[in-house]
């Protein structure tokens, strides 16, 4: 479970810092520019930590898939940036693709219900 909090808090960094980079200009305004850097450390540390029990690809996916869609939303309150139909069919198609992943997988679901097994050498 700890996992998945390391992938939530890497996802709502990356997105941060996405938003950060936005306002950054092309990294000419010195305050954005420094929360991109800080952000995108801290979703890149937490990434790290949830790779030592999420398979890569599966945790790649969920990041990538809930990143997507938590930064078209940004995209739309925050920057009121518009998508046209097939912006959102193809997000939604990239969130069920996740959703796929995470409800379904044998893979995410063992590691959702069995710990990492500790191993020591004899």
Do not use: N
């Amino acid at each position: 479970m700890t996992a998945w909090i390391y992938l939530a808090v890497a996802i709502v960094a990356e997105v941060i810092g996405t938003s950060f980079l936005k306002l950054s200009e092309g990294f000419t305004r010195t305050g954005p520019s420094i929360g991109v850097i800080l952000c995108y450390m801290l979703a890149f540390y937490m990434l790290s930590l949830t790779l030592k029990t999420v398979p890569v690809g599966v945790a790649y996916a969920v990041w990538a898939g809930a990143g997507v869609a938590l930064i078209t939303l940004v995209g739309l309150i925050a920057f009121k940036q518009t998508l046209d139909l097939p912006a959102v069919v193809g997000i939604a198609m990239i969130v069920g693709g996740v959703l796929v992943i995470h409800i379904f997988s044998d893979t995410v679901a063992r590691d959702r219900l069995d710990p990492p097994v500790e191993r020591t050498e004899p």
